[in-house]
């Protein structure tokens, strides 16, 4: 009898305890949830009055809430923006600091096209923290509204808040090189001094290899992107360039195995399928010219002009309907290509077609192409 009262006093000791931890617990939930609507009544002096310990867990709390919030909008931004908008407007609801949601509701907007709103969230951001990415953001959105004036000032703010900014001189060497400023472009890229150890410092000497190019200098380019290869000879965008550099120097046996391994590195580079097919037709292998300029207009790269060289691979090749057929496509995406016509006039001159062909190179001729004026002259005349 006794062992019977002793353990039911010690059940229900134990009940009381559990009791009290659940109330305990419950009322921590609802301490958290009254802390939490406080501070989002931005009423912070009843916040200061609790422990430390206890406004570590409120803003905690509040940051979790915001990340789900944000993985919901990114998840949904594409498929349902208005979604994506809601769950970004209740993250900033719970913390107006919260800078991922900024950035996440700027790339929102201009998905839909609406840069002068990415804008003015960028700006109220930066409000909140100053921080590089956010200005480098604030030019790209400039870029995207074709406003590069304004992407050039923001770019020259940041270097000169930061003078040795990778990002800040990248961006403005961009600028530069979308303006057709090569000069002053190489000049920008050549003033950041990025040690050898940098992973930065390949890409900075290949982005000079290509803006010597642009600028003219050929022989400068080519031993740059020597050395580059030397360094890293698997380097997709290297290998190409130094494709191009040998193409334009007429070394089109060099060129050739470098843009075969750079596909083999990146079968999607479809740059480097239309160079080949350049260096294909200029070796007389028309054969694989035309099957790299047909992977290119397949897949709507450069297609005017691959249309076109696709028709001239086709006319060496004597597949002479083909080649009307891909210099009339071409002709169609842009009117204004002199070489199409030349290209499909002397198509159909082939195909008997003599009076279309006439037109097609007096076309040619209409749109600066004069040099063809001489011997057409006589044939269209008869």
């Known amino acids: 009898m006794k062992t019977f009262i002793i353990a039911t006093i010690f059940f229900y000791l134990l009940k009381l305890f559990f009791l009290q931890q659940l109330f305990a617990q ?12 406080i501070l989002l009544n931005g009423d912070t002096v009843l916040i200061a009055t609790q422990t430390k310990a206890f406004q570590q867990d409120i803003r905690q709390n509040i940051i979790n809430s915001c990340r789900r919030n944000l993985d919901v909008a990114l998840a949904s931004m594409k498929a349902q923006p208005k979604k994506a908008y809601f769950f970004l407007n209740e993250a900033l609801k719970l913390d107006s600091t919260f800078i991922p949601t900024y950035a996440a509701l700027a790339k929102l907007y201009v998905g839909i096209g609406n840069y002068k709103k990415a804008l003015a969230v960028i700006d109220k951001a930066i409000l909140q923290q100053e921080d590089e990415s956010l200005s480098l953001a604030r030019a790209l959105i400039y ?8 992407a050039l000032c923001v770019a020259n703010e940041m270097i000169e808040n930061k003078p040795h900014s990778i990002a800040a001189s990248y961006l403005k ?17 050549t003033k950041e001094k990025i040690a050898s150890t940098d992973t930065s410092f390949y890409r900075t000497q290949l982005t000079k290899a290509i803006l010597f190019v642009k600028n003219g200098q050929r022989e400068e380019s080519l031993k740059l992107l020597e050395v580059l290869m030397k360094q890293d000879g698997q380097n997709s965008l ?43 037709y200029r070796l007389a292998q028309f054969e694989q010219a035309i099957k790299d300029f047909q992977l290119c207009v397949e897949n709507d790269f450069m297609i005017d002009v691959a249309y076109t060289n696709l028709s001239a691979s086709f006319f060496k090749s004597k597949i002479y309907e083909q080649a009307e057929d891909a210099a009339s496509k071409a002709i169609e995406t842009n009117q204004n290509l002199g070489e199409a016509f030349i290209n499909r006039g002397n198509a159909r001159e082939m195909l008997r077609k003599e009076k279309a062909a006439c037109e097609d190179w007096q076309s040619a001729v209409s749109l600066g192409f004069y040099q063809i004026s001489p011997l057409i002259d006589g044939f269209c005349e008869e």
């Open 143 to 150: 870029r995207k509204m074709g406003e590069d004036k304004q």
């Open 173 to 189: 060497t961009s600028i530069l090189y979308s303006r057709n400023e090569y000069k002053a472009a190489l000049a920008q890229l």
């Open 26 to 37: 419950d009322n921590r939930r609802i301490k958290l949830i009254d802390a939490q609507r």
């Open 238 to 280: 290297a290998l190409y360039q130094l494709a191009f550099a040998y193409n334009q120097e007429e070394k089109f046996h060099e060129a050739l195995p470098l843009l075969n391994t750079a596909i083999r590195q990146s079968s999607s580079f479809l740059a480097a399928y239309f160079l080949r097919g350049q260096v294909h």
